[in-house]
């Protein structure tokens, strides 16, 4: 017994609909495309073609897409993320990639790319799915790139995007940043491995936790499903700011550049903190929807 694609494509996008999903025709062809193996524009070729699937596969395809009406992430349905040129593993225990960090790796890859040097260096703190880095890594090809996620669960899906996409030029690191805060750079094995790094990073980048603790995100797949360390920085939601400012001073070249992510409403107070920290020139840039999502600030040469 076969089933007709198009029914089942309106079957399915009437059910995300219904369910909240942003986008219920592009997740449902998406669906179906992960199920058939095929690209979302061959689905819908197939589907102008009047083309059917076979009952096992209708029956696969209701059983994700019943799972999307949930809320769950359809990324942890397929196992993958498409970040920029790449496609990243991931699932439960990690952070999800966004496409408005696309336009946060940009600063990264730019500067590195003017950098004037065989092999400039870059440091991804908070790496999370190893999204930045690996952009790094990829569009930059002389680069070698540091990156330190302190989650477990995140690291282990890290390190197996590292293996697959990383080229041997992706230095992944399981640790908390904050060591590299203690102005000992003897006292942990991370602050140990990042020691000979102390001013030679050429440009340092982090999409860190910045969701203030009191402010729950609405949508459930963020809520419920994106882990609680990748979320929430503190009160304001700047703690791991501060520290990335201290210790990005400590690993950058003087005139190297310093990028972080933050939400919309946070780029004022970042400015100021870093300008406090003795950063020169931060600005605060907006991504392609219109909003503020990354400040950038240079190393002085003290």
Not at 11 to 32: S, T
Not at 154 to 176: F, K, M, P, Q
């Amino acid at each position: 017994m076969t089933h007709d694609l198009n029914t089942l494509l309106e079957e399915i996008r009437a059910e995300l609909a219904e369910a909240g999903i942003e986008d219920p025709v592009a997740d449902a062809e998406l669906i179906v495309g992960h199920v058939l193996q095929e690209s979302r524009g061959r689905v819908q070729a197939l589907a102008v073609m009047g083309s059917a699937v076979t009952a096992q596969q209708a029956d696969a395809i209701r059983d994700l897409a019943g799972e999307r009406a949930y809320r769950v992430p359809l990324q942890h349905l397929t196992g993958k993320a498409p970040f920029r040129g790449i496609e990243l593993a991931v699932g439960p225990g990690v952070f999800i990639p966004r496409p408005e960090t696309e336009s946060v790796a940009q600063f990264a890859i730019d500067a590195l790319q003017q950098v004037p040097s065989a092999e400039p260096i870059a440091v991804d703190l908070c790496t999370g799915s190893g999204a930045i880095a690996l952009s790094l890594a990829n569009e930059v090809p002389t680069a070698r790139v540091w990156a330190v996620e302190k989650s477990v669960e995140a690291h282990a899906w890290a390190s197996r995007n590292v293996t697959a996409l990383g080229g041997g030029r992706v230095e992944l690191t399981l640790g908390d940043i904050a060591d590299l805060d203690r102005r000992d750079w003897e006292s942990t094995q991370l602050s140990r491995s990042f020691a000979p790094l102390r001013g030679r990073v050429n440009v340092l980048v982090s999409n860190p936790p910045y969701v203030p603790a009191d402010m729950v995100p609405r949508d459930p797949e963020v809520r419920d499903h994106d882990p609680e360390l990748a979320l929430y920085g503190g009160a304001d939601g700047l703690d791991i700011v501060r520290i990335i400012s201290r210790v990005a001073r400590d690993l950058l070249v003087p005139g190297g550049l310093l990028v972080l992510e933050h939400a919309e409403l946070q780029g004022r107070m970042i400015r100021d903190l870093l300008t406090a920290d003795g950063w020169r020139a931060a600005a605060t840039h907006q991504d392609l929807t219109g909003r503020d999502r990354t400040t950038t600030a240079i190393a002085n040469d003290d």
